[in-house]
């Protein structure tokens, strides 16, 4: 199995476009919560990835997952963790930046 490390942007038009329903949805399936690892996943936030006109957006080993979906997530994690990476420079959200966007939680 590869690992994945797996971000999902906490960024505000991602938030607004349900980064929060995209993070429920992983975490039901992982087990982990945001800014926690296994042997397998390592999952947390990020900061805006610069593609809001895409959002909400997720990324997997470095790769983009645009316009994300509660119904496709899983499998797009799967596909985008095989791929050979878009972008290796995606930025961790500190506990603050998540914080403050304390919308996600609510939708
Ligand atoms: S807010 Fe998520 S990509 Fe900009």
Redesign the pocket.
């Known amino acids: 199995m590869v690992k994945k490390n797996i971000r999902v ?7 607004v476009m349900g ?1 929060g329903k995209i993070m429920r949805k992983i975490e039901a399936e992982t087990g982990l919560k945001a800014g926690e690892k296994n042997d397998e996943v390592d999952l947390n936030y990020c900061n ?5 006109h ?4 997720a990324a997997v080993n470095g790769n983009f997952i645009n316009e994300a979906k509660e119904e496709t997530i899983l499998t797009d994690i799967e596909e985008a963790a095989v791929r050979e990476p878009q972008d290796p420079g995606i930025i961790d959200a500190s506990v603050e930046e998540v914080l403050n966007n304390d919308f996600l939680g609510d939708l």
């Open positions: 942007c906490c960024g505000m038009t991602c938030g980064a805006c990835t610069g593609n809001c895409l959002a909400p957006t």
